[in-house]
T-cell receptor, first 111, second 116 residues
């Protein structure tokens, strides 16, 4: 089945850019998602990208997809302390249940 | 809309006890699911439902039962609690059950369960 992997931790200084990376194994994944989880809360969908796109930009967020390498990244420009959270990558590859989540990357923003 | 609600927020059980985690959504979503979140393991799917009366197993279904008698409610039952079920449980819903956009899920705030 699908396997989605992320590094567990990232630390950046306030105002810098953050880049969170994700790799997936199923080349038939059609939609890829980024979710944000703030402390003590559920996950919130940030953005998604369809597999026929290379890039998607939404205000401070930029998603890059390298389908050949099965690599997804989320770039947060001008990172703020409010961006401190766990970020989950998720992949959909068909079927009702096949939304596979990564382990999550904890982003720490240093003031 | 309240979105996805879960009760209780916290629960402590003794080994062998049973309980039901409640989940409700008011968005008329067809697709609902239960996940557990454990450190370093991300989210793992327990059970899911694509509509009232239809449920199926996910990745880690053992020790859990679900039912879906209405579109709104999707309770998760722990039959005989074990320490390995100590986790944070999330319910989620999605408006679509028949397109790739099933991955656009709305999550509840979670139930933090400890089994001693």
């Amino acid at each position: 089945g699908e396997d989605v992997e992320q590094s567990l931790f990232l630390s950046v200084r306030e105002g810098d850019s953050s880049v969170i990376n994700c790799t997936y194994t199923d080349s038939s994944s059609t939609y890829l998602y980024w979710y944000k989880q703030e402390p003590g809360a559920g996950l919130q969908l940030l953005t998604y990208i369809f597999s026929n796109m290379d890039m998607k930009q939404d205000q401070r967020l930029t998603v890059l997809l390298n389908k050949k390498d099965k690599h997804l990244s989320l770039r947060i420009a001008d990172t703020q302390t409010g961006d401190s959270a766990i970020y989950f990558c998720a992949a959909y590859s068909g079927g009702y249940q096949k939304v596979t989540f990564g382990t999550g990357t904890k982003l720490q923003v240093i003031p | 809309n309240a979105g996805v609600t879960q009760t209780p927020k916290f629960q402590v059980l003794k080994t062998g006890q049973s309980m039901t985690l409640q989940c409700a959504q008011d968005m008329n979503h067809e697709y609902m699911s239960w996940y557990r979140q454990d450190p370093g393991m991300g989210l793992r799917l327990i059970h899911y439902s694509v509509g009232a009366g239809i449920t199926d197993q996910g990745e880690v279904p053992n020790g859990y039962n679900v039912s879906r008698s209405t579109t709104e409610d999707f309770p998760l039952r722990l039959l005989s609690a074990a320490p390995s079920q100590t986790s944070v449980y999330f319910c989620a819903s999605s408006y679509s059950r028949s397109s790739p956009r099933v991955g656009e899920q709305y999550f509840g705030p979670g139930t933090r369960l400890t089994v001693t």
